[in-house]
């Protein structure tokens, strides 16, 4: 058991993110056409328009309020937030962004699972990413109770955050998440798997999001009319458009 601990904590984790990185660069690569989220709203349009900015909404914040309250280091923000005051402030907003999108993700559940035509149109690996995400929102959420318990006593979230940069800075350390309460293992494997999974799936689409980025900074295109060299007593031709 120690072994499979050791390997589901210290070596699993870069194996995902070998996977998810090179697998995202492979895809790109050899199948670009296949770079899209595949969206069924011509199908069925209200219901998706609701799951979606609920889903999408509270998504981005619960990955970048991971990203950023688990890798941050405590000593970069103890002068300011005390720790239980930063476990409270990550219970209430984690939770309201959890629950958002928790409802937008069973709206788009329903729609691919109890929709004849979108069912017939959607790949299992659609249904499939769908569900995963629902599991992960459920397995996330059900560890609220424990957060908030931790308020008093944050240890245990200092040492999952502590584990989590352990892993940034190439050194992990499974000990940390040992005695940790089984849910919060399961969602960091599941988190884990869904990096794993990424390449695979629909999900790649996320990266053509953030490159679009790109374009708040890219400098202007200068576009100019192009003259002609006609000779004295003729018309230039007329260019259609």
């Given amino acids: 058991m120690n072994a499979l601990h050791n390997f589901a904590f210290d070596v699993y984790p870069y194996l995902c993110l070998a ?14 056409y296949t770079w899209k989220s595949d969206s069924s709203q011509l199908l069925r349009k209200a219901q998706l328009r609701w ?39 990550a219970v209430v907003a984690g939770g309201i962004a959890g629950g958002l999108c928790f409802i937008g993700l069973t709206m788009l559940l329903h729609r691919r699972l109890f929709d004849p035509r979108i069912r017939l149109t959607s790949h299992r690996t659609d249904i499939a990413i769908l569900v995963i995400l629902w599991v992960q929102l459920v397995i996330g959420l059900s560890t609220l109770p424990a957060s908030l318990h931790h308020v008093k006593d944050p240890q245990t979230m200092l040492k999952l955050a502590e584990y989590l940069q352990g892993i940034v800075r190439m050194q992990p350390n499974a000990e940390l998440v040992a005695g940790v309460e089984w849910r919060f293992q399961a969602h960091m494997l599941l988190g884990m798997t869904i990096f794993l999974l990424f390449p695979f799936s629909r999900l790649v689409h996320v990266w053509s999001g953030f490159g679009t980025l790109a374009y708040l900074v890219r400098p202007y295109q200068l576009v100019r009319a192009r003259r002609l060299n006609v000779p004295l007593g003729q018309s230039q031709p007329r260019r259609n458009g």
């Fill in 51 to 89: 799951g979606s900015n609920l889903f999408h909404g509270g998504i981005l914040f619960l990955f970048f309020g991971h990203l950023f309250g688990q890798l941050t280091p405590h000593g970069l923000y103890e002068t300011f937030v005390s720790a239980s005051q930063k476990q409270l402030m």
């Fill in 19 to 32: 996977v998810f990185f090179m697998g995202s660069l492979a895809r790109f690569d050899r199948d670009q």
